[in-house]
């Protein structure tokens, strides 16, 4: 069965470094989004990405972070000076716009991202 | 605002016990309700998707929702091992590329 896949699993990295997430999502599908869980909060709604641009943001998804869909399969997250509260697990995500619910969102396994 | 309250847990049963998760909500604009899966280090996985109020079944999964109370649930008959997991509600107002709203999701264990 097709499924979301993020890379990598896990990303350790300094304060203020640049770090990429990346995702393939399933290939029929349309619309993407990453979203970040910090550990024992909820999942939050970060971006959403449709036909190469930004569909929606939320006030997280400030100037540091960037999404971007560099070729047909993959789709990137780019956080530019990472801070200690962006350690959290990174979760990639894609709808079938042809399926049983135009709504079902498959989830990838996530990034845990942790900022020293 | 926006805001999905749900009991974080953690919840412990006896294997074949009946569970049930639940969720509040504020925003009666929310019309698309949603439980996810999300066993450890894994992403979540949908199990359940319901429109607007009224029960829907799913083998051992029941899903409820009450909008004139703006409460959700999600039961599970004859618990299992490898149910064990964190369950997630999430709601959306309507259809389309319209990002979840998830709930803080609940830990549950079922005891062999």
């Known amino acids: 069965e097709p499924e979301v896949t993020q890379t990598p699993s896990h990303q350790v990295t300094q304060m203020g470094q640049e770090v990429i997430l990346r995702c393939v999502p399933i290939s029929n599908h349309l619309y993407f989004y990453w979203y970040r869980q910090i550990l024992g909060q909820k999942v939050e709604f970060l971006v959403s990405?449709?036909?190469?641009?930004?569909?929606?943001k939320s006030e997280i998804f400030d100037d540091q972070f960037s999404v971007e869909r560099p070729d047909g399969s993959n789709f990137t997250l780019k956080i530019r000076s990472t801070k200690l509260e962006d350690s959290a697990m990174y979760f990639c995500?894609?709808?079938?716009?042809?399926?049983?619910?135009?709504?079902?969102?498959?989830f990838g396994p996530g990034t845990r991202l942790t900022v020293l | 605002q926006k805001e999905v309250e749900q009991d974080p847990g953690p919840l412990s049963v006896p294997e074949g016990a009946i569970v049930s998760l639940n969720c509040t909500y504020s925003?009666?604009?929310?019309?698309?309700f949603m439980w996810y899966r999300q066993y450890s280090r894994k992403g979540p996985e949908l199990l359940m998707y319901t429109y607007s109020s009224g029960n829907k079944e799913d083998g051992r999964f029941t899903a409820q929702v009450d909008k004139s109370s703006k409460y959700i649930s999600l039961f599970i008959r004859d618990s299992q091992p490898s149910d064990s997991a964190t369950y997630l509600c999430a709601m959306i107002e309507y259809e389309g590329n319209t990002p979840l709203v998830f709930g803080k999701g609940t830990r549950l264990s079922v005891i062999a």
């Open positions: 995500a894609s709808i079938d716009p042809a399926g049983a619910s135009t709504d079902t969102q498959y």
């Open positions: 925003n009666s604009a929310f019309q698309y």
């Open positions: 990405f449709y036909n190469n641009e930004i569909s929606e």
